[in-house]
C-alpha cells in the first residue's frame, strides 16, 4: 500500500474544511450531513472520518483557523496603527459579511455557533 505524505494530508484537510465552510454556511451547521460535505469536493464520506471524527470537529478546526487569521490581521494593527478601524474591518472580512449587519447570515462564525450549541 502506498504511503500518504504528509504534504497530501495536510492538502486534504484544508480541502475537506473549505467544503464544511461552504456547506455549514448553506444548510446551516444542523442542516449539513458529513455526506453533504464529502458531496461537495467528491470524495467518499468514509475518507472525511479519516481526517476528522464529527462534524463538531471540522466546527473546530474553522473556529481554530478563523482565529488565527483574526489574530495575525490584529498583529498586522498593531503595526499600522489605527487598531479600532483595522479590529473591526478584520472581523467583517473574517465573518464574510458586511459590517452593520443586522443579523448573522446563515453559517456565519456567530450562527454556527448557535447551531452547534458552542460558545466561543
Known amino acids: 500500500m502506498p504511503k500518504v505524505v504528509p504534504e497530501y494530508k495536510a492538502q486534504a484537510r484544508a480541502r475537506i474544511v473549505t467544503a464544511a465552510r461552504a456547506v455549514f454556511r448553506r444548510k446551516g451547521f444542523r442542516g449539513a450531513t458529513m455526506e453533504d460535505i464529502a458531496n461537495e469536493i467528491e470524495v467518499s464520506k468514509g475518507a ?18 478563523a482565529r488565527g487569521e483574526v ?36 453559517g456565519s462564525a456567530g450562527r454556527l455557533e448557535d447551531d452547534a450549541g458552542v460558545s466561543p
Open 48 to 65: 472525511l472520518y479519516l481526517y476528522f471524527r464529527t462534524k463538531a470537529e471540522l466546527l473546530g478546526e474553522i473556529q481554530s483557523e
Open 71 to 106: 489574530l495575525h490581521l490584529w498583529e498586522q494593527l498593531l503595526d499600522s496603527g489605527d487598531v479600532a478601524e483595522g479590529m473591526a474591518n478584520s472581523l467583517d472580512q473574517v465573518g464574510e459579511r458586511p459590517r452593520g449587519s443586522e443579523s448573522d447570515p446563515p
